[in-house]
Structure formats: C-alpha cells, structure tokens
Nanobody
Framework: QVQLVESGGGLVQPGGSLRLSCAASGNISSIYIMGWYRQAPGKARELVARITTGGGGTINYADSMKGRFTISRDNAKNTVYLQMNSLQPEDTAVYYC?????????WGQGTQVTVSS
C-alpha cells in the first residue's frame, strides 16, 4: 500500500502562485510514476503533470499547463511538488496527487485550489 498526503492548496488571486506538495509513504519502491491531476466542478478529472520516479525523471505536462506549471521531485523526502504560476480562474479545481505501481493507481484526498479576486 501507498499513502499520499497533499498540501499547499488555498485561495490565490489571478496571476498569483501556489506550490503543492505530495508526500508518499508505504511501499514506495513499487511506484514508477507520480503526478498531479485536477478536477473542476462539473468536469472530468484531467492530467496536469507527471514525473517518473527513476533515473533523471521523465516529465509530461498537459499542453495547457506548459510554461506555467512545474513538477519536481525530492526522492530523499518521497515528495513530489507542483509549482503553479500565473494562476487564472480556470485553474480553480481540486488537485489530486497520483502514484502508479504496475498493479494499481493510488490517489490522495485532494487539495482545493481557488483562483479568485
């Protein structure tokens, strides 16, 4: 089993920044990729960014996030971060941390990000 705990969400004004953290614990060695997804009200959950856990870390971003969001990892802390800049109201959503092993996907409880003036 793997447990994921997110933190760092909140209310921010348009153009502002937030950094989300996802701390993983448990059977970490089984995880080969971690990432962030988001779900806005009335919409499907969508990929934000993901990073592999081995080697240099291969990164993928959703096209709409490129240039504004940066995913990174600290393997020593078993933590993945999502730096979000130039936030806009359409970025308002619940952001979920995800970790995949070959057997299953794990999800955090989600953290709310609200972009509003």
């Amino acid at each position: 089993q793997v447990q994921l705990v997110e933190s760092g969400g909140g209310l921010v004004q348009p153009g502002g920044s937030l950094r989300l953290s996802c701390a993983a614990s448990g059977n970490i060695s089984s995880i080969y990729i971690m990432g962030w997804y988001r779900q806005a009200p009335g919409k499907a959950r969508e990929l934000v960014a993901r990073i592999t856990t081995g080697g240099g870390g291969t990164i993928n971003y959703a096209d709409s996030m490129k240039g504004r969001f940066t995913i990174s990892r600290d393997n020593a802390k078993n933590t993945v971060y999502l730096q979000m800049n130039s936030l806009q109201p359409e970025d308002t959503a619940v952001y979920y941390c995800n970790a995949n092993s070959v057997r299953r996907a794990y999800w955090g409880q989600g953290t709310q990000v609200t972009v509003s003036s």
